[in-house]
């Protein structure tokens, strides 16, 4: 199948890549369908694409690239709805929204996407309140560079 | 602001149709119970936020690639060769 695409004009896909967002995004309930291109080739950053709207793409960042001890914990109901016991059996992106200049970026720790095994995915609101929804990305790498 | 405070199973009333109720109280947080009319949305604030930061995010203001450099990831262009 075939789509078109915010960063990467018109691309081939196949039904196995897609990721399915039953209730979308908080915001996008009716998106329930997207794409994850990726920006590099060590899988850090992607475009989440949306299949429905080709305008469409938030850019998702692998969390522990940027914060190696972060713990995203979802609630017993979404555990559930997920069809896992345990918040380690998931994959975690969180969304960056990117500035001008790139490094007044921010990314949404306390948001992420949590993905299980079937690419059924689902956007949460941790309870964790360590995390927040606008991270600036220089300061997480700034900490990660201090020695412990 | 106003600033009450209720014992668990103790309500409080806004305006004629909305009552909320202290189901109970714990470290965890505390458990509401909310009784209004249908027409009134009724949002946790974490998820008004929630929609703000994805809008944000669903807008970049400059190219994503530029992230990959503070990420210390490597360009996709080995392959593109």
Same mark, same amino acid.
């Given at each position: 199948?075939?789509?078109?695409?915010?960063? +990467?004009?018109?691309?081939?896909?196949?039904?196995?890549?897609?990721?399915?967002? /039953?209730?979308?995004? +908080?915001?996008?309930?009716?998106?329930?369908?997207?794409? !994850?291109?990726? =920006?590099? %080739?060590?899988?850090?950053?992607?475009?989440?694409?949306?299949?429905?709207?080709?305008?469409?793409? +938030?850019?998702?960042?692998?969390? =522990?690239?940027?914060?190696? @001890?972060? %713990?995203?914990?979802?609630?017993?109901?979404?555990?559930?709805? !997920?069809?896992?016991?345990?918040?380690?059996?998931?994959?975690?992106?969180?969304?960056? %929204?990117?500035? @001008?200049?790139?490094?007044?970026?921010?990314?949404?720790?306390?948001? /992420?996407? %949590?993905?299980?095994?079937?690419?059924?995915? !689902?956007?949460?609101?941790?309870?964790?309140?360590?995390?927040? !929804?606008?991270?600036?990305?220089? @300061?997480?790498?700034?900490?990660?560079?201090?020695?412990? | 602001?106003?600033?009450? $405070?209720?014992?668990?199973?103790?309500?409080?009333?806004?305006?004629?149709?909305?009552?909320?109720?202290?189901?109970?109280?714990?470290?965890?947080?505390? $458990?509401?119970?909310?009784?209004?009319?249908?027409?009134?949305?009724?949002?946790?604030?974490?998820?008004?936020?929630?929609?703000?930061?994805?809008?944000?995010?669903?807008?970049?203001?400059? #190219?994503?690639?530029?992230?990959? #450099?503070?990420?210390?990831?490597?360009?996709?262009?080995?392959?593109?060769?």
């Amino acid at each position: 199948m075939k789509t078109n695409t915010k960063y +990467f004009g018109e691309i081939e896909y196949g039904e196995e890549d897609v990721y399915t967002f /039953p209730k979308g995004l +908080f915001g996008f309930e009716d998106e329930n369908a997207f794409l !994850m291109l990726p =920006f590099s %080739a060590d899988g850090t950053l992607f475009s989440l694409q949306s299949l429905k709207t080709a305008g469409l793409s +938030f850019v998702a960042v692998d969390p =522990f690239t940027v914060k190696p @001890d972060y %713990a995203p914990e979802l609630q017993p109901d979404e555990l559930k709805e !997920m069809g896992v016991s345990d918040s380690h059996e998931l994959f975690f992106y969180a969304l960056c %929204a990117v500035k @001008d200049p790139a490094a007044n970026s921010t990314l949404n720790l306390r948001c /992420p996407i %949590a993905i299980n095994d079937s690419r059924v995915a !689902m956007q949460v609101i941790l309870e964790d309140d360590r995390y927040g !929804m606008r991270h600036l990305l220089s @300061d997480a790498e700034k900490r990660e560079a201090e020695p412990c | 602001m106003l600033i009450l $405070r209720r014992k668990v199973g103790e309500s409080l009333l806004i305006g004629e149709n909305i009552k909320v109720t202290l189901l109970d109280a714990g470290d965890g947080g505390a $458990r509401l119970a909310i009784d209004a009319p249908k027409s009134i949305p009724i949002l946790r604030s974490e998820l008004v936020h929630a929609v703000d930061a994805n809008r944000d995010a669903a807008n970049e203001q400059s #190219q994503p690639q530029d992230l990959l #450099q503070m990420l210390g990831a490597r360009e996709e262009r080995e392959k593109e060769e």
